[in-house]
């Protein structure tokens, strides 16, 4: 592990994307995080926020813990940003993972799906 951003940034961005292997759920809408060594900030957007989604977040934070050593600290959160609602960058963060939204798309069946 280095101090240097540009490292952290590509060990951190890497960590997030093996965390969220199979956790990503249909009710993720995106995924923030902020970097500021020592310090992984990340939001994870969710349509609505229960037992299960702050579940699946400390899991994510639990996988993304055991790919640093002290003195990196790790803060996850899950957040609810309804349908409609804009997903929106907090100042310093940037986005991890987005899911497509809005406009319709044919599936390989060739039916359209939103």
Known sequence: MTTDPAAFRNEVLLSLQRALWDLVTPGLRAVA????????????????????????VSEVESYVVADFLPPVDVRFAAVEVPPGEQRELEAGEEWVYRRREGEP???????ASC
Do not use: F, K, Q
């Open 105 to 111: 798309w044919v599936t390989s069946d060739g039916t």
């Open 33 to 56: 995080v902020r970097l500021s060594y020592p310090l992984i900030d990340a939001r994870l957007m969710y349509e609505a926020v229960g037992s299960v989604e702050r579940e699946l």
